[in-house]
């Protein structure tokens, strides 16, 4: 079964899409990735969507217009990876999250936009979309959703392995043996993207290479304030987002460090808290091996700090495991997507802290008949992802 996987992170900068073909035998399932792509927004419409994220104040009228201009951005990045790498049995599509809502402990509900219905009307295949929602009524966080993926890819390390991903978010998934356990442990690109774009400190709205941090120097009483965040403190299974880690709470940690940092040294300092705040719960979780993907992983400013950091820790990237760093999430929810056709749950229970595993999503007929695989009476024990 062929399954497109779609989604845009939280750094909304554009959509990416992994396109895998899965087969089982003998509880293993075999994904091959084939075409791959990452899609930018057009620059109006990134800029109306960070405009419209909390804090700031919008109206129903412009989540309307997003929803359907995002839609149908997601829509023209299928139907390009289609004319690339083919047909497709199934689209997933993440869609973009604008928020997500907890109450200190307790995830409450989560919003994504991008109206799946102009992916099926431009493609004419099926989409499952809206795929937090479910694991958030059964208890869970809705997040995150890769530590199926992580459980099926990392089961066989020994000594336990981590899978972390540095998108906006940074989220770990810790497999040892039968345990899985995952959560978002804080800021990874968000708060360095939010003052690189809020300072224009370059064209590109992040720190490309890890340029501007390499260029300055940490500001400890800065650091300090910012590490005194509670959510931090709080214990797994949580999740955050942009609701929490946004402009405003760097503002306040200046305030509060007692005065203005210049913005080379604010790019070091908002990069050594990403560095600070990982190794520090990869250290508690005692692991001997880390899996590391997302946007995150090509700063070298970061990946030198963890490995400097976690001197007994093998750290390496998820390319070594057949997912590519840059296009893990959307390989994951390719998988979800087969998961969820074939009756079987999306989410591991220890990694979103939901009372039991669900079958995800909500589905959009494409152009015929809604035709789904025989359902499987169980899931796969593992995963091998080749290209």
Known sequence: MKVLGMISGTSHDGIDVAV?????????LRGRVGHTASTPYPEELRAR?????????????????LDTLIGQCFAEAAAAAIAEGGPAD????????????????????????????WIAERTGTPVLSDVRVRDITAGGHGAPLVSVLDGLLLGAYEGGAGALNLGGIANM???????????DI????????????????????FDEDGRIAASGRVSPPLLEALLDEPYYRLAPPKSTGKELFHPGHVD???????GEVGDADLV????????????????????RTLVVSGGGCRNPVIMDGLRSALPAVD??????????????????????????????PGTAPGGTGARAARVLGTLTPGAGPLVLPAPLAGAPTSLVLTR
Request: with cysteine; proline share 5%; glycine share 10%.
């Open 20 to 28: 895998v073909d899965f087969a089982l035998a003998d509880g293993v």
């Open 49 to 65: 969507l960070i405009a419209a994220l909390p804090p700031a104040p919008t109206t129903l009228a412009e989540m309307c217009e």
């Open 90 to 117: 199934l689209i997933v599509s993440h869609g973009q999250t604008v928020f997500h809502w907890v109450e200190r402990t307790h995830a409450r509900g989560t919003l994504q936009i991008g109206q799946p219905a």
């Open 173 to 183: 998934t810790v497999v040892r043996g039968n345990e899985l356990y995952a959560y």
């Open 186 to 205: 804080g800021p990874a690109n968000a708060l360095i993207d939010a003052v690189v774009t809020g300072r224009a400190l370059n064209a590109r709205g």
């Open 252 to 258: 306040e940690a200046l305030a509060r460090a007692g």
């Open 268 to 287: 070091a300092t908002l990069t050594e808290l990403t560095v600070r705040t990982v190794a520090g719960d990869v250290r508690k979780a005692g692991v």
């Open 315 to 344: 750290v390496r990237p998820s390319d070594d495991l057949g997912a590519p760093a840059d296009d893990k999430e959307a390989i994951a929810f390719a998988l979800i997507g087969w998961l969820s056709a074939h009756g079987l």
